[in-house]
């Protein structure tokens, strides 16, 4: 009987279910790594299911089927070091696809144990969170970002959308340069953030917006002292006085007592965490979040940055705003040979501040953290 007729034969599919499950069994059992070890495993087991008859072929994809079930983190963790990959989906235990700036690849890989999967990343991310049991966020030492989706929430096997971002020091050259920016867009950019403008940068995950954060934070002066309030080590600040936090962990009132020039929140999700911080009178806050909507009293006289994932793939600053005057706007009129085709538009006199060397007195910091402990 040839292998396309046995996999239709209902014993044999019946016979290699109850194989893969006391090979799976086994090699947790003897802690074993390495394909010789699973492959000697399944060379003897074999001698005890003699109705099921394995092609060499299938003999290999049941030996990687086991080993990817013991090494998935490690197989997907070193897919990021080795290869030119940018986030990994895994739609499904076998359907793992790598995304780069050409496109999308099947990855060939079976995570056969879920559940070791996620105990693996929960025990080798420095950062983990979870929320009701059906979504957990981590973060490894090396910058990979884990975030997954469980039941009921998704209807099959656990979802996951796996992102590491390689640290860079970005520039506003540099963004120019590929598209992401206009030369006038940041020019204006670079001097609301030398200005200590307020600035509010919006967009949908995997947009751009920490790769918009690294330029404007190179314009930070050095000898300013920075707080920075991030979950994630994604930023590149080259300033000495810094005190990085947590985002979860610090509420407005200890924020101030540390005496920051500057502060800078990556992944903001709680809006009036800035709104409170720019009505007590903070100046110089660089914040990005997701599409949340703010409140336009609040915020007002900020600087309100958004951006976008095109069709392409590119990521563009597609509008530019102070107040309720829209400064800048790319505009999209078509798409040619699968490229976004547009321009970048000034729509109002740009206009010029008074950058002043003058630094926020950190008398007034205290005296604004004060203020925020009587409001609570």
Request: hydrophobic content about 40%; aromatic content about 6%.
């Amino acid at each position: 009987m040839n292998i396309r007729a046995r996999i239709k034969n209902s014993q044999y599919e019946t016979d290699l279910g109850e194989l893969k499950s006391t090979l799976l069994e086994g090699v947790a059992r003897c802690g074993y790594t390495t394909k010789e070890e699973i492959g000697k495993l399944v060379e003897l087991e074999l001698r005890n299911h003699e109705n099921v008859n394995l092609s060499s072929y299938d003999l290999q994809k049941l030996i990687t089927f086991l080993y990817s079930s013991v090494n998935s983190f490690e197989i997907i963790t070193d897919v990021f070091d080795n290869e030119d990959v940018d986030t990994i989906f895994v739609n499904s235990q076998n359907s793992v696809i790598a995304e780069n700036k050409d496109g999308v690849r099947d990855l060939n890989i079976t995570i056969a144990d879920t559940d070791k999967f996620i105990e693996d990343i929960i025990k080798h991310c420095v950062y983990f969170k979870e929320e009701d049991g059906k979504i957990i966020n981590a973060i490894s030492p090396t910058g990979v970002r884990f975030h997954i989706v469980q039941s009921p929430v998704v209807m099959s096997s656990p979802v996951m959308v796996i992102k590491k971002f390689k640290p860079q020091v970005a520039n506003f050259q540099s963004l120019i340069d590929t598209g992401f920016v206009s030369d006038k867009m940041a020019d204006f950019l670079s001097a609301a953030v030398s200005a200590q403008k307020n600035i509010i940068i919006k967009g949908l995950p995997n947009s751009g917006k920490t790769t918009l954060l690294n330029a404007m934070a190179s314009k930070i002066r050095g000898d300013q002292r920075v707080v920075l309030i991030s979950n994630f080590s994604e930023l590149v600040m080259v300033q000495n006085n810094i005190v990085k936090c947590k985002l979860n962990n610090i509420n407005n009132s200890e924020l101030l007592k540390l005496l920051p020039q500057r502060v800078i929140i990556d992944g903001c999700q709680d809006p009036k965490f800035i709104t409170e911080l720019i009505d007590a009178g903070m100046l110089g806050v660089i914040a990005t979040m997701d599409n949340i909507l703010l409140d336009k009293e609040n915020i007002k006289g900020s600087v309100v940055v958004e951006l976008r994932k095109l069709k392409d793939g590119t990521r563009k600053i597609i509008s530019v705003t102070e107040g309720d005057e829209e400064l800048f706007r790319f505009d999209s009129d078509y798409v040619e040979d699968g490229k976004v085709i547009g321009r970048f538009e000034v729509l109002k006199d740009i206009p010029k501040y008074e950058i002043s060397n003058d630094d926020y007195e950190l008398e007034q910091l205290a005296s604004l953290s004060e203020e925020l402990v009587k409001n609570n």
